[in-house]
């Protein structure tokens, strides 16, 4: 009976339980993590490829949610009946944007992508007194995204690697076509073709520390060039790989307006390129364009054999279109008033080692706004005077044929800057040698020499030279002014000078040197590694010869470890071989040899460049650099 009557009892406290458990409330608030409840709020079709909260709400408010789930092209049909019968509500708006581009992604229907891009336009940009989401409503970041996005894929190619801008009247789902214009002369850059256009919003970039995007409207793209078969081009200097960044804008007039009368719709397909502008003019306001600048580099640099490029390149090796690369190339065309700065890489390097500093660079807007950047190009083991030589030619012709007749005097302010070699290159740019360089590497005057008139005249202008009249300030990093204690070993240069190969114009000239030998210091015609061993005659006399007084010269020196920078070294290159005298600035950059994307670095080149133009410099970097800029000796 005991045990009966104790089962009742628990038979009755389940009962209560039970009870007592059905009048829990179904709503309630738990507390979650902080990333969690974020998630949860900032679900989009942008970030998770879901509804936000917003669009769901004006599904469930209009009891669409279960239509939408079952009947999309139902569901959106009749939201947009009766966003037109609320005279364009903001919230319909946003919605169908929303629910449109999704549901056209899903199905690749690029009609409901166009519906997408007109919706978000239309709530972005109201015509005069219409309703506007307030600045802190997420929506109108949202927004702008899927207009982006939705745009990249209405104009996409087949397979959807491209974007294809391009004339006509599209379909769209409500029964509204849309006519829209393209004018072809958007194909044109200066005296180049923009052709395939890559959505790099789509891009994973590698190799570049820091992305740049700029935020704003519009599908952010990257454009191959090539040449206009036009006679009256002009001058062509624009690397022939690179990725031009620009925008795609598709600009609807009166789209609110027009969507509610249910009257056709027209727009206008735009392409503005980064290097133009960064903004547009919409509706009375200033709206700033997105654009994705170092995605765009990226992919300029993915397709270049950079190991070959540089290995050869070295060696004298490279061949076909390689070999017959220009010297000198710029990331724009021609931009009077722009200043330019000159990269020049070292050795066994290229163009590609300066993408970061370029990248941090670029995205200075007020550096970006007064400077052009171009980048010298060279193989890396020639004689350091005729690859200085080139240099000089390179941008003397540049100068000639850009501004024949002198009237750009941002062309008479270049800033060069090398790194290694290159600052060897650079300070042959900025010195009166008279006849310095030359007694230091022969025992004869030049004129008294056998030799052709041809290789007497080379001879000449390599050795013989003034300051560039263009060049205003130079910028050493990593320079071997006294050698470099790895170019001394024997070892390394037998080795190299088995391996190098002269171009046949050099091995000419070695031959017709070569009859002079009671005169040359150096038994042979050196290489640039030969050229840089502390003990050789032409280095020496590179070093007794200052920078000229008219411009303006910076060291940035490389030392490993954090020891005293006057005991150091960067493993190529000891602290007193790049500290020299008469410098504006030295700043010590803890780091190996190959410096020019540490944060320190890049931000002793900014300072400098905007210095030069007179603007606010910027606090440094410390990574690990010594404190503060060294000025003078």
Known sequence: MQIESGMGRIAVLSVVCLALGACVS??????????VAHEDLSRSAVTDGEPSWSTRDALLERGLFEDYDERPEVALAELHRIMVAENGALDLLFALSELSFLYGEEEEKREYQL????????????????????????????????????????????????????SGRFALPFGQPIDVAFD?????????????????????????????????????????????????????????????????????????????????????????????????SIGGET??????????????F??????????????????????????????????????PVVFVHGTASSAVRW????????????????YQFWFFQYDSDNPIALSALRLRESLGRAVEQLDPEGKDPALRRMVLIGHSQGGLLVKMQSIHTGDKMWNAVSRKPLEELRLTDENRDLLRRGFFVDPVPNVSRVVFISTPH??????????????????????????????????????????????????????????????????????????????KGDGPPEEGDDGVVKYTSAHIAGVESERVVRSPHSCQSKPATMEEVRRILRLHVGLPTMTQVSDRSEPGVRSGP
């Open 355 to 370: 993408a970061e500093i370029f990248n941090r660079l670029n995205a200075d807007m007020e550096v970006r706004k007064r």
């Open 26 to 35: 179904p709503v309630r608030a738990n507390r979650v993590a902080r990333s």
């Open 115 to 166: 519906a997408a891009a007109i919706y978000a336009y239309a709530f972005l940009f109201p015509e005069s007194g219409g309703a506007r989401p307030g600045p802190f409503d997420p929506r109108l970041r949202l927004a702008a995204d899927l207009y982006n996005w939705a745009l990249t894929a209405a104009f996409a190619s087949e397979d959807g690697s491209e974007v294809v801008p391009q």
């Open 287 to 300: 709206v700033p364009l997105e654009t994705e600048p170092t995605a765009a580099l990226a992919l300029t």
């Open 482 to 559: 006294r050698g470099s204690f790895l170019a001394a070993s024997r070892f390394v240069t037998g080795l190299l000078r088995r391996l190098t190969h002269l171009p046949f114009h050099l091995t000419r000239l070695s031959a017709d040197v070569a009859r002079n030998l009671d005169a040359a210091k150096s038994p042979f015609l050196p290489s640039a590694v030969d050229n840089m061993s502390p003990g050789h005659p032409f280095i020496m006399g590179l070093q007794a010869i200052p920078v000229a007084p008219t411009i303006k010269a910076h060291s940035i020196i490389s030392v």
């Open 302 to 339: 993915s397709s270049i054999p950079v190991i070959q490029i540089e290995l050869l390149g070295f060696l004298g090796r490279l061949s076909g279109l390689l070999a017959e690369r220009p010297p000198l190339v710029s990331t724009t065309p021609y931009r009077p008033g722009l200043i």
């Open 184 to 280: 072809p002369a958007d194909l044109r850059a200066g005296n180049l073709e923009l052709h395939r256009f890559i959505p790099v919003a789509e891009l994973e970039v590698e190799g570049l520390a820091m992305r740049y995007r700029w935020p704003g409207i519009g599908a952010p793209l990257a454009a191959s060039t090539r040449p206009l078969e036009d006679a009256n081009a002009g001058v062509n200097m624009v690397a022939p790989r690179l990725q031009v960044p620009l925008t795609a804008l598709l600009r609807v007039s009166k789209a609110r307006r027009t969507l509610v009368e249910g009257q056709p719709l027209t727009a206008d397909l735009e392409l503005h390129l980064a290097w133009d502008k960064s903004s547009v």
